[in-house]
């Protein structure tokens, strides 16, 4: 049983900081991509960040490029998405997931086998 554990969430004002850890249970982890998407209420699920397994590749969507960073661990079995300079548009519950996308697809849900419960993550501003 595969499980990803999503944790960090919670309230910031606007222009803040957030990190976002994922713990994964997967003996494999190290050879999946990971990622992070978010869904706000009465929107659909959108793709946030992805990491390629090594860590060698990122992948950001073009709304959180330069504010948000991914990483991963390893050997820890983590992943992270640091959020920097938050704004009012970034509140969501954000997944994190893991899988094998094929290349130029990584950030397509579809792809992705693996899923957490979500954190919330809000913004007041």
């Known amino acids: 049983q595969v499980q990803l554990l999503e944790s960090g969430g919670g309230l910031v004002q606007a222009g803040g900081s957030l990190r976002l850890s994922c713990a994964a249970s997967?003996?494999?982890?190290?050879?999946?991509?990971m990622g992070w998407f978010r869904q706000a209420p009465g929107k659909e699920r959108e793709f946030v960040a992805t990491?390629?397994?090594?860590?060698?590749?990122?992948n950001y969507a073009d709304s959180v490029k330069g504010r948000f960073t991914i990483s991963r661990d390893n050997v820890k079995n983590k992943v992270y998405l640091q959020m920097n300079s938050l704004k009012p548009e970034d509140p969501a519950v954000y997944y994190c997931?893991?899988?094998?996308?094929?290349?130029?697809?990584?950030?397509?849900?579809?792809?992705?086998?693996?899923w957490g419960q979500g954190t919330q993550v809000t913004v007041s501003s």
């Open positions: 997967r003996r494999t982890f190290s050879s999946d991509d």
């Open positions: 990491i390629s397994w090594n860590g060698s590749r990122s």
């Open positions: 997931t893991s899988g094998k996308p094929p290349p130029r697809a990584s950030a397509e849900a579809r792809w992705y086998d693996y």
